[in-house]
T-cell receptor, first 114, second 114 residues
Framework: DAGVIQSPRHEVTEMGQEVTLRCKPI?????LFWYRQTMMRGLELLIY????????DSGMPEDRFSAKMPNASFSTLKIQPSEPRDSAVYFC????????????FGPGTRLTVT | GEDVEQSLFLSVREGDSSVINCTYT??????LYWYKQEPGAGLQLLTY?????DMKQDQRLTVLLNKKDKHLSLRIADTQTGDSAIYFC??????????????FGQGTTLQVKP
């Protein structure tokens, strides 16, 4: 299994631009999570989906952030417009659910907004 | 409170044992997890323990759970320089609104000196 795939691995953009981060979960996993990691705030859960339906988006910072999961094998996290304070590493994770709900993380996208 | 607490830093000598500690808050937590994050990488699931267990061993890793004190520890025997990383503990809480969601601690940076 290829694991969770994220693209791009690195993104540098200017303030005000739209940024789209992509994630392909592990096949057969019913849950998908988006996290953000910074030195100041640590690891934050932004949103998660179960069977492509958003379950909890209380961690999404503000309306500039949106996430979609159009099918079981693809999700996007969009920031529009981007700001320098959005600079962080964004992780996608997936989970089979079932009993233990362990999560498997992708390698992350390092976003720098200048 | 909601927080999962960990000490921020631990330094050991190569060959010694490392013990990383974590306290959690919800007595109804069902599963507890340990993740490892190496520089520039995503979180890697190391092991997890069900809350009706006291101990779980997997090669050099030993997880101890004290439910009374809500205390979880990860012991790494014969610590190697390759074990240098950030270690996160996480809990899965019961509750209809939290199915699938994990609560992460802030991470413990393990430094292994040769």
């Amino acid at each position: 299994d290829a694991g969770v795939i994220q693209s791009p691995r690195h993104e540098v953009t200017e303030m005000g631009q739209e940024v789209t981060l992509r994630c392909k979960p592990i096949s057969g996993h019913d849950y998908l999570f988006w996290y953000r990691q910074t030195m100041m705030r640590g690891l934050e859960l932004l949103i998660y989906f179960n069977n492509n339906v958003p379950i909890d988006d209380s961690g999404m910072p503000e309306d500039r952030f949106s996430a979609k999961m159009p099918n079981a094998s693809f999700s996007t996290l969009k920031i529009q417009p981007s700001e320098p304070r959005d600079s962080a590493v964004y992780f996608c994770a997936s989970s089979p659910g079932l009993l233990s709900y362990e999560q498997y993380f992708g390698p992350g996208t390092r976003l720098t907004v200048t | 409170g909601e927080d999962v607490e960990q000490s921020l830093f631990l330094s050991v000598r190569e060959g010694d044992s490392s013990v990383i500690n974590c306290t959690y808050t919800d007595s109804s937590s069902t599963y507890l997890y340990w993740y490892k994050q190496e520089p520039g990488a995503g979180l890697q699931l190391l092991t997890y323990i069900f809350s009706n267990m006291d101990m779980k061993q997997d090669q050099r890793l030993t997880v101890l759970l004290n439910k009374k004190d809500k205390h979880l520890s990860l012991r790494i025997a014969d610590t190697q320089t390759g074990d240098s990383a950030i270690y996160f503990c996480a809990e899965r809480r019961m509750g209809s609104s939290n199915t699938g969601k994990l609560i992460f601690g802030q991470g413990t940076t393990l430094q292994v000196k040769p």
